[in-house]
């Protein structure tokens, strides 16, 4: 396998990279550098992470509840025994 030239150092590619909708991870660095440098996004907000979790807490009991549901349907005559 031969070394080829990096494509983040040629600015024809770069330009063809900005067209995308989808941000530029990486930036070029001047010869001698390293090829690439990671730029993390931003963390989301806190608001959005709490307004997930709680999203996922209710999603969570409300798949347990169906499932109690069901159990409850398909199994009605233990059931029916159990509450008598």
């Known amino acids: 396998m031969t070394n080829s030239p990096s494509l983040l150092d040629d600015l024809g590619f ?13 930036t070029p ?3 001698g550098e390293p090829h690439w440098v990671y730029d993390p996004p931003p963390p989301p907000p806190p608001s959005l992470q709490l307004a997930q979790l709680a999203l996922g807490v209710i999603g969570v009991g409300l798949m347990m509840g169906l499932g109690a549901a069901c159990a409850a349907l398909v199994f009605e005559d233990q059931v029916a025994q159990i509450l008598r």
């Open 29 to 31: 660095m001047p010869a």
């Open 14 to 26: 770069l330009k063809a990279l900005d067209e995308f909708d989808v941000p530029l991870l990486v």
